[in-house]
């Protein structure tokens, strides 16, 4: 299953493929040239289905808990001001997706969402220090009657050059589903109340969608 922000490019670069192809079967007699040309083509077009791959993940809805909005690597886990939204103390959560992670936004909590915002910026390596604050990001706050509200963001990367939220202001909301794509290399940072319990490790493998990250 493919996400639907990839349909296009995907048909694009099978007709890239098949074009490709022929131009190599008709103009390119050296043997081992034409076969090597081939497969470097069949690969580029693999890695582009494989980065739009959408898996079915099983949610287990829990209004204590703020599961991984993507899948990743936790590369930050500490005490920050976040200065846009609450302009107070939170514990930031970053994960860190490369191109060859799944790239589909998941609400990290159901609830009703209070903020969405875009912000132009730059594309520094997204494990940049400064790539929360400077990048191209979304910012998203969901408000759970439980945990209270929760940020995210998207951030663009040095290859992402794209964002894609879903999250309207008003809008209700369920954890797990659907809230975006982030093309090609990237990371989200998510900002939970400073006394929840932190379920995961730096270094540690996350599957948006199930993992816990932090529970009340």
Do not use: C
Not at 53 to 61: A, E, G, I, S, Y
Not at 68 to 91: H, L, M, S, T
């Amino acid at each position: 299953m493919f996400h639907k922000e990839g349909f296009k490019i995907i048909l694009v670069a099978a007709l890239l493929l098949v074009g490709g192809l022929l131009l190599i079967d008709n103009f390119i007699h050296v043997f081992w040239l034409q076969k090597t040309l081939m497969i470097l083509l069949l690969v580029i077009f693999v890695l582009i289905l494989q980065f739009f791959r959408d898996p079915k993940r099983n949610t287990v809805l829990n209004d204590d808990h703020i599961i991984a909005p993507a899948d990743g690597k936790v590369v930050v886990i500490e005490d920050v001001e976040e200065n846009e939204y609450f302009k107070e103390k939170r514990k930031q959560i970053s994960i860190f997706m490369s191109p060859l992670n799944v790239h589909v936004t998941r609400y990290p909590v159901s609830g009703k969402v209070a903020y969405s915002k875009y912000h132009p910026g730059k594309y520094l390596v997204a494990w940049h220090p400064k790539s929360s604050e400077d990048n191209e990001r979304t910012t998203i706050v969901v408000n759970n009657q439980r945990v209270g509200d929760i940020l995210y963001r998207q951030i663009a990367g040095a290859v992402a050059r794209r964002i894609v939220n879903y999250a309207k202001t008003g809008q209700q909301v369920i954890q797990g589903e659907d809230a975006g794509f982030i093309k090609f290399g990237s990371r989200i940072d998510i900002f939970v109340p400073l006394d929840m319990k932190i379920k995961v490790e730096l270094n540690q493998k996350t599957k948006g969608g199930e993992t816990i990250l932090a529970s009340k």
